[in-house]
């Protein structure tokens, strides 16, 4: 079984995985990443140094110091070295996002599927790639709070490569939207229908679904899981509460249901969860 993620048969079944690739022209990196299915989850790529050169034949373009790339899942990867320079060296996040995170994942410009904010100003740069070195430090790092602080970093990763995008910053969101978020943060174990969370805000239920949508690049109730999963996550590690007792606290009456939902957002059961951390 290959253990290094940064060389051809490394099985990307964990939810991030960080690391730096130094490729440089004849060393043992220097080969060309090919999956031609691409991956389960999203990846970020960061060159730091050099030039790489993605995709061939008409759909290849190519990227030097500065350029941010973000792989969606299933898009092939198919890059390596730029054949005219002698390395390449980009930092990469490899992760599994969670449903909120989805408005922070569509960037402005896309080439041939693959996100792209090129030219990155040194400041800036400054300011990304220590989060990189973080979260792959943080990933492999024995505090008991390593998944979560990987992840809390990630979080800051991505949303200042969403603050980079072009008329991101004059985008406000919708006040009806951040009063029905915050209605449900103040209820997340109670049941509500839609038609209550719109009359909070009085509109039909269909035009908040569609706006919450808009907003939010994600539905209602995929917003509402997420969130009560965070909070199952910490009651998880914070107290010796059963499972089935955190799933009532957080508002899901079938623990099963809970489970897979669980399941589904963290990559694991709340069981292995607990486990991995205590
Ligand atoms: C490494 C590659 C890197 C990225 C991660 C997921 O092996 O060097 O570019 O694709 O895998």
Same mark, same amino acid.
């Given at each position: ?22 490729? +440089?022209? *004849?060393?043992?990196?220097? /080969?060309?990443? @090919?999956?031609?299915?691409?991956? $389960?989850?999203?990846? %970020?790529? =960061?060159? +730091?140094? *050099?030039?790489?050169?993605? /995709?061939?034949? @008409?759909?290849?373009?190519?990227? $030097?110091?500065?350029? %941010?790339? =973000?792989?969606?899942? *299933? ?204």
């Amino acid at each position: 079984m290959q253990t290094d993620p940064l060389k051809p048969g490394y099985n990307f079944d964990a939810h991030l995985v960080a690391g730096l690739t130094s490729i +440089i022209e *004849g060393n043992d990196l220097d /080969f060309i990443i @090919d999956r031609p299915s691409g991956m $389960k989850g999203y990846i %970020l790529n =960061l060159t +730091i140094k *050099g030039e790489g050169r993605i /995709f061939s034949g @008409d759909k290849a373009f190519d990227v $030097k110091e500065g350029d %941010l790339l =973000l792989f969606p899942p *299933g898009i092939a990867h198919y890059y390596r070295r730029h054949p005219n320079c002698s390395n390449w060296f980009h930092r990469w996040v490899y992760f599994r996002p969670r449903a909120f995170w989805s408005d922070w994942l569509q960037w402005h410009d896309n080439k041939n599927g693959v996100f792209m904010t090129p030219s990155l100003d040194d400041d800036v740069i400054s300011g990304l790639e220590p989060l990189f070195i973080d979260i792959e430090h943080s990933a492999k790092s024995d505090n008991p709070y390593h998944g979560d602080l990987a992840l809390n970093l990630l979080e800051q990763l991505l949303i200042r490569c969403k603050t980079l995008q072009p008329g991101v910053m004059g985008r406000r969101i919708d006040p009806r939207i951040l009063e029905v978020i915050h209605y449900m943060s103040q209820n997340l174990s109670r049941d509500f229908s839609n038609d209550e969370l719109a009359a909070t805000v009085c509109i039909s239920s269909s035009r908040l679904g569609h706006l919450f949508r808009a907003e939010m690049g994600m539905t209602i109730t995929q917003w509402r899981d997420d969130q009560r999963i965070s909070r199952a996550k910490q009651l998880l590690v914070t107290t010796n509460h059963s499972i089935n007792k955190i799933s009532r606290i957080i508002g899901y009456s079938d623990p099963l249901y809970f489970s897979r939902v669980f399941k589904r957002i963290a990559g694991v059961s709340p069981k292995n969860y607990r486990d991995q951390i205590t």
